[in-house]
T-cell receptor, first 112, second 109 residues
Framework: NAGVTQTPKFQVLKTGQSMTLQCAQD?????MYWYRQDPGMGLRLIYY???????DKGEVPNGYNVSRLNKREFSLRLESAAPSQTSVYFC???????????FGQGTRLTVV | AQRVTQPEKLLSVFKGAPVELKCNYS??????LFWYVQYSRQRLQLLLR??SRESIKGFTADLNKGETSFHLKKPFAQEEDSAMYYC???????????FGQGTELSVKP
């Protein structure tokens, strides 16, 4: 059972470069999420998709865009990376309200 | 607006001591509350949720709507409980799920 799979696991970018973080889930979940984890800040919601075809801003959406490509896949794009976006990024999915969220293994991104 | 606050960044206790990790929330609707745990080098995983009213690994949490709290408790801490703990708040209108700042629990022998 793959669960939630994120690629890549590690990435180093130069300031101004762009990249897309990929996330896929095989549990037929409706909702998908992108978070960033920073020391002392906990997990902060970037964007989420409550269902296929919808996306909404979270707590820290600036500098990011997302695409819910289909029910399985939810990608996060950094158009012009900044050092402040150095973080560990987590994708998660769950069936819906009240249900358990399942997390990917994380992507460690460094912007130099 | 939804908000979750975990006031303690680090909680250090000795093995066998009681543990209470605090979580306070702000939400005008009907809240859904969860505790997640992240052990070293492992993925974040669900520990328990308020609707289940269950005890997992000896941990319990009670939703107190009057105090808007969902504190996590365990009567006797074990070394294997050392981990990062996150309180999470969801809603039943659109699936938004936010997390607190996290509390690192360190249980010393």
């Amino acid at each position: 059972n793959a669960g939630v799979t994120q690629t890549p696991k590690f990435q180093v970018l130069k300031t101004g470069q762009s990249m897309t973080l990929q996330c896929a889930q095989d549990m037929n979940h409706n909702s998908m999420y992108w978070y960033r984890q920073d020391p002392g800040m906990g997990l902060r919601l970037i964007y989420y998709s409550a269902s296929e075809g919808t996306t909404d801003k979270g707590e820290v959406p600036n500098g990011y865009n997302v695409s819910r490509l289909n029910k399985r896949e939810f990608s996060l794009r950094l158009e012009s990376a900044a050092p402040s976006q150095t973080s560990v990024y987590f994708c998660a999915s769950r069936q819906g309200s009240s249900s358990e969220a399942f997390f990917g293994q994380g992507t460690r991104l460094t912007v130099v | 607006a939804q908000r979750v606050t975990q006031p303690e960044k680090l909680l250090s206790v000795f093995k066998g001591a009681p543990v209470e990790l605090k979580c306070n929330y702000s939400y005008s609707g009907s809240p859904e509350l969860f505790w997640y745990v992240q052990y070293s080098r492992q993925r974040l995983q669900l520990l328990l949720r308020h609707i289940s009213r269950e005890s997992i690994k000896g941990f319990t949490a009670d939703l107190n709507k009057g105090e808007t709290s969902f504190h996590l408790k365990k009567p006797f801490a074990q070394e294997e409980d050392s981990a990062m703990y996150y309180c999470a708040l969801g809603n039943n209108q659109g699936g938004k799920l936010i997390f607190g700042q996290g509390t690192e629990l360190s249980v010393k022998p």
